[in-house]
T-cell receptor
Framework: SAVISQKPSRDICQRGTSLTIQCQVD?????MFWYRQQPGQSLTLIAT?????????ESGFVIDKFPISRPNLTFSTLTVSNMSPEDSSIYLC???????????FGSGTRLTVV | EDQVTQSPEALRLQEGESSSLNCSYT??????LFWYRQDPGKGPEFLFT???AGEEKEKERLKATLTKKESFLHITAPKPEDSATYLC??????????FGAGTRLTVKP
């Protein structure tokens, strides 16, 4: 299965600033997914990133707040912009394995906004 | 709307005390139901995929089963290293994936 490297693993940021999270996959994948996981809640899909096209955002998430880049088939970034304490969460990238193994996830980025 | 509900939210077991976790779902056409294990500070790790009612999968002390409305993750004679959050997810025929909130399992020695 794919191996995903995600960084940073954690960060504490000031409100009003932005943080860019990087996700590197060890194989080429068509789609990459960005999730948010808040304490005690289920994973919520933020957007789906395809190489060479704009990301597709889920209801409640907008490009100005969560811009995504997908420059090639092995890399993606998610930026959390103009952060507020409500953005404190774990952010995860993932890819879908084509062998009935569901999704493979990165180790996550634990973001705290103060 | 597709929904996934996991119960209980938290479960504490003594080592060797078998139990089951529940995942109830409603989905407009099930493509697959997935179980994941998530350890603190890590991303979810794939355990099983189930595709149709009656299907069962086993791995060490874990067995997953599926009906038309729910899935169970049975844990037989658990050990402390089985302590983790277990997530259930359903994928619809349109490929949308929806996750439950998870069951946080603690196994005491």
């Amino acid at each position: 299965s794919a191996v995903i490297s995600q960084k940073p693993s954690r960060d504490i940021c000031q409100r009003g600033t932005s943080l860019t999270i990087q996700c590197q996959v060890d194989s080429q994948v068509t789609m990459m997914f960005w999730y948010r996981q808040q304490p005690g809640q289920s994973l919520t899909l933020i957007a789906t990133a395809n190489q060479g096209s704009e990301a597709t955002y889920e209801s409640g998430f907008v490009i100005d707040k969560f811009p995504i880049s997908r420059p090639n088939l092995t890399f993606s970034t998610l930026t959390v912009s103009n952060m507020s304490p409500e953005d404190s969460s774990i952010y995860l990238c993932s890819v879908e394995e084509g062998t009935g193994r569901g999704y493979t996830f990165g180790s996550g980025t634990r973001l705290t906004v103060v | 709307e597709d929904q996934v509900t996991q119960s209980p939210e938290a479960l504490r077991l003594q080592e060797g005390e078998s139990s089951s976790l529940n995942c109830s779902y409603t989905v407009s056409g099930l493509r697959g139901l997935f179980w994941y294990r998530q350890d603190p500070g890590k991303g979810p790790e794939f355990l099983f995929t189930l595709y149709s009612a009656g299907e069962e999968k086993e791995k060490e002390r874990l067995k997953a089963t599926l009906t038309k409305k729910e899935s169970f993750l049975h844990i037989t004679a658990p050990k402390p290293e089985d302590s983790a959050t277990y997530l259930c997810a359903v994928q619809a025929n349109n490929n949308d994936m929806r996750f439950g909130a998870g069951t946080r399992l603690t196994v005491k020695p």
